[in-house]
């Protein structure tokens, strides 16, 4: 069984937008946080996105003004707009739940962003 399920990944031009989502299992109780993490190719995961159950939301730096991440807390979903996406953010994209005394991790979606 899956618990955690990304989808959306794809392939898309720089400049152009795309939606990432998470759906957790809702038999996931206690949800404090999900986030977003990346690895392309000969790097390690980085964090990406990440927010908290009462809202709190913080990127990294390269992602900043571009990405927007957001929560459905009733749909225990996550979602990550992708916005003037650039070559660099290439990347294998992981969503990952932290529950109380868990966490979770999805198996990822691969982005491609192409010139």
């Known amino acids: 069984v899956q618990l955690v399920v990304e989808s959306g990944g794809g392939l898309v031009q720089a400049g152009g937008s795309l939606r990432l989502s998470c759906a957790a299992s809702e038999t996931i109780l206690s949800i404090n946080a999900m986030d977003w993490y990346r690895q392309a190719p000969g790097k390690q995961r980085e964090l990406v996105a990440t927010?908290?159950?009462?809202?709190?939301?913080n990127y990294a730096d390269s992602v900043k003004g571009r990405f927007t991440i957001s929560r459905d807390n009733g749909k225990n979903t996550v979602y990550l707009q992708m916005n003037n996406a650039k070559p660099e953010d290439t990347a294998v994209y992981y969503c990952r739940v932290v529950a109380t005394g868990y966490i979770y991790w999805g198996q990822g979606t691969q982005v491609t962003v192409s010139l």
């Open positions: 927010i908290t159950r009462g809202g709190i939301r």
